[in-house]
């Protein structure tokens, strides 16, 4: 079974910076077996893919909309992943979710995980005014 807990969100204004985190509980399975990424969903959107970290932690894809402006990494000692938002802007506002999986799809897939294991869990909220 794997449990995935987001937090760390919040309101800033735009400019401001926020780190997210996930913690990662998984019966069985060790959390570096897997690739991590973070997920998005705004208001009246589709949930949309926003970083991927490979296994190890060298590997990393962004959407071309953070590109630039995030950074995730990953504490496998921690079973945890992490994303650093920097020059956040009102567009990033969305409820920001965790996912973990075999493997990571590149933006050119469709910016993802394939065989993603777990179920989507509450996320944390980041809300970016003016």
């Known amino acids: 079974q794997v449990q995935l807990v987001e937090f760390g969100g919040g309101s800033v204004q735009a400019g401001g910076s926020l780190r997210l985190s996930c913690v990662v509980t998984a019966s069985g399975l060790s959390f570096d077996d897997f690739a991590m990424a973070w997920f998005r969903r705004a208001p009246g959107n589709e949930r949309e893919g926003v970083s991927c970290?490979?296994?190890?932690?060298?590997?990393?894809y962004y959407a071309n909309s953070v590109q630039g402006r995030f950074t995730i990494s990953r504490d496998n000692a921690k079973n945890t992943l992490y994303l650093q938002m920097n020059s956040l802007k009102p567009d990033d506002t969305a409820v920001y979710y965790c996912?973990?999986?075999?493997?990571?799809?590149?933006?050119?897939?469709?910016?993802?995980?394939?065989?993603?294991?777990?179920?989507w869990g509450q996320g944390t909220a980041v809300n970016v005014s003016l």
């Open positions: 996912g973990l999986g075999d493997t990571c799809m590149t933006p050119y897939q469709g910016l993802g995980l394939v065989y993603q294991r777990n179920k």
């Open positions: 970290i490979n296994r190890s932690g060298d590997v990393t």
